[in-house]
């Protein structure tokens, strides 16, 4: 990546669509490249009962979920930033801190667990904040029955 960048981290949710269509409003804005980057690991973490197969399928349904959310978000814009994508087999908050160190911003949806389900679960936002090697941008969750207020956004 050269110039300004851009990186949203991208799966099937909503909160990382939502993540995605601020982060790409945002880089029309500033001028900057998008980077998309999707993360995925073997369930179990490197199970060795996994088939021969199943990193293969597991990274192919990242590639669909990356390639939706583009299309879906992206590729409707009018003016539309320039876009590099990334398949990254890792965790979330690797592939993401690992993409900071050549990023202005990172850009990541949460699902809005609370505290107290964040705290025994994890949560990937946290741990980006914590890790990212430039600023870092939480999406919030949508409440229910709340229009998406994102600037530029088009759906």
């Known amino acids: 990546m050269s110039g300004t960048s851009i990186v949203v981290g991208v799966d099937e949710t909503e909160s990382s669509r ?30 060795a009962s996994l088939t021969a197969t199943e990193p293969t399928r597991l990274m192919r349904l990242a590639e669909d979920a990356q ?3 583009v299309e879906e978000v992206v590729e409707r814009m009018d003016p539309r ?24 911003l990172v850009v990541v949806g949460t699902h809005g667990r609370g505290p ?9 936002s946290l741990s980006v904040i914590k890790h990212a090697a430039c600023p ?3 999406m919030p969750p949508l409440h229910a029955g709340g229009a998406d207020d994102v600037a530029g956004a088009s759906d």
């Open 136 to 138: 870092v941008v939480v």
């Open 116 to 124: 107290v389900r964040s705290f025994l679960l994890g949560s990937v």
């Open 67 to 69: 390639r939706r959310a």
């Open 18 to 47: 939502r993540a995605l269509r601020w982060a790409a409003s945002e880089a029309v804005r500033r001028g900057a490249e998008l980077h998309v980057v999707t993360a995925w690991t073997p369930d179990g973490g490197g199970d």
């Open 81 to 104: 930033p320039l876009v590099t994508r990334e398949i990254v087999r890792a965790t979330p908050v690797d592939a993401l801190a690992e993409a900071s160190r050549k990023a202005d």
